[in-house]
């Protein structure tokens, strides 16, 4: 399940897997890497959406937090303040390490409940060297400690909004047991034949096989789902300025729409690798494992001990947690067109240059794989720009610095798009600063044609609001400033 590297080679191999797409054979050197390289498996083994990976990754690393907490002088949980406090002489990593390796266990197994993923956290916890037999009281304090803060985390979280186990009241009485399914009775403006108003997301048909399937919003939801840090997921949206509307302002409308043709038409090789590298569609670790990939680099490179992860990981997770909850928030409430839609409504009957040649306007698509043209729910605001932002703004605050300094390298041919055909030559992306990574993030949604120019700045400003607020609530966890410098 888990491939074990030694520390100096581990920087070079995660990078070479940052360009791949994937860290599936990672054991980072820290036990809180080792779980978070745990749940993204499991992500990418269940094709995890962006809005259930954020709250994963957020719960598993509260879940770690909080058992560490309880061995640490100053920090407090988030269920149980500082009541659980040891004593002194046991604040020691050994038990640190135990503590939250039952933790992140026990709130994994809730997560991904699936036979094989749970297969995968056992496997993990026996690797460490722990009884993978459920939690009695038969067992090491540690060990109870974590199932204890686990339980706890989940117990909060069971009724957030989520709609994990698919129990929540629908408010039009068509009532799911689907986990994550919609309560709130979203229905789509548009059919996926007829965009009636072009203000207005519009779901996609594609026929495979015969068969013909059309997109849900996904999560509509999410918007409702009980924050980190911000008072509701609505709290930033006032700050956001309303999109561009097609009846009321036709030529920005359309504008808007030819900027986006024009983008993908002309697209070199960096500008595809750049769409493709950070699309992180079906079966990836989606945007917000992305950036904890990242986290781990940033790991290596400080040299973090246990301390310092428990901490990073908690702060950027929950931040990121928190940006899908306002991002869908403004998704729901906008319901904006995706630039797909927009154009076909707008040059239909005639001839666009595109990325893959002269192309009628009612047959333009956006560069992206044939199968997963576009995300199925609402374009504005943008996922990727406020993932990415929040995530950028919490790693500078830890670290004290924007200082990024990382790189990927895209081999040749390997696009997705069009196989062996781009990049023609190997490709370098560098970002010396996280702001940098996470603004290249942003525009990769425009190059990919996904979203609108507007969408992508918008969500970069919320997603710092975010994180900023995020940090001030993580900093109250921890108890003590903190200083890396």
Request: glycine content about 6%.
């Amino acid at each position: 399940m888990f491939a074990f590297f030694p520390r100096k080679i581990f920087i070079t191999f995660l990078i070479s897997l940052l360009a791949l797409g994937f860290s599936s054979n990672i054991l980072a050197f820290s036990v809180v890497t080792q779980w978070n390289d745990a749940a993204l498996s499991a992500i990418r083994s269940t094709k995890s959406t962006p809005t259930k990976t954020a709250r994963a990754l957020a719960i598993v690393n509260t879940c770690m937090f909080d058992a560490w907490a309880v061995y640490d002088d100053n920090a407090k949980g988030t269920r149980f303040g500082a009541s659980l406090r040891q004593s002194n002489p046991t604040r020691k990593d050994v038990n640190k390490t135990q503590a939250i390796s039952y933790a992140a266990r026990a709130c994994l197994s809730n997560l991904f409940p699936g036979a094989e993923q749970v297969a995968v956290f056992n496997d993990l916890l026996s690797s460490l060297g722990y009884d993978v037999a459920l939690v009695n009281a038969d067992y090491p304090l540690p060990a109870i400690l974590g199932q204890k803060v686990a339980d706890a985390v989940l117990a909060y979280r069971h009724d957030d909004g989520a709609n994990q186990f698919g129990d929540e009241v629908s408010s039009c009485g068509q009532n799911s047991t689907v986990p994550y399914s919609d309560y709130t009775c979203y229905q789509s403006i548009n059919s996926d034949t007829v965009l009636s108003d072009p203000n207005h997301w519009q779901p996609l048909g594609n026929v495979l096989n015969g068969q013909k399937t059309v997109q849900k919003f996904l999560t509509p939801q999410w918007g409702l789902v009980t924050p980190y840090s911000l008072v509701s997921g609505s709290q930033f949206r006032s700050s956001l300025s309303d999109p561009i509307d097609f009846y009321l302002d036709p030529v920005s409308y359309q504008l808007q729409a030819q900027e986006i043709i024009d983008i993908t038409a002309n697209l070199n090789d960096e500008k595809k690798s750049i769409a493709e590298y950070w699309a992180d569609g079906p079966n990836s670790e989606t945007p917000p494992g992305h950036w904890v990939l990242f986290a781990e680099y940033i790991s290596d490179r400080d040299r973090h001990d246990l301390n310092d992860d428990v901490k990073m990981f908690f702060a950027l997770t929950n931040a990121m947690f928190d940006a899908s909850i306002a991002v869908w928030d403004a998704k729901t409430y906008f319901d904006y067109v995706r630039p797909i839609s927009a154009i076909r409504f707008l040059y239909a009957g005639q001839t666009l240059d595109s990325w893959n040649g002269q192309v009628t306007g009612e047959t333009w698509q956006p560069y992206q794989q044939a199968n997963a043209l576009t995300p199925p729910f609402s374009e504005y605001v943008s996922g990727h720009s406020s993932f990415s932002a929040s995530a950028a703004e919490t790693l500078k605050s830890f670290t004290g610095s924007d200082f990024f300094n990382a790189q990927v390298i895209i081999a040749a041919g390997s696009s997705k798009v069009q196989p062996t055909v781009a990049p023609a030559k190997p490709i370098k992306l560098a970002w010396k600063t996280f702001t940098d990574a996470a603004n290249e993030a942003g525009i990769s949604r425009r190059y990919g044609g996904i979203h609108f120019k507007q969408g992508d700045l918008e969500s970069r400003v919320l997603g710092r609001k975010v994180a900023k607020q995020a940090w001030k609530k993580s900093l109250s966890y921890f108890n003590s400033s903190h200083n890396k410098n």
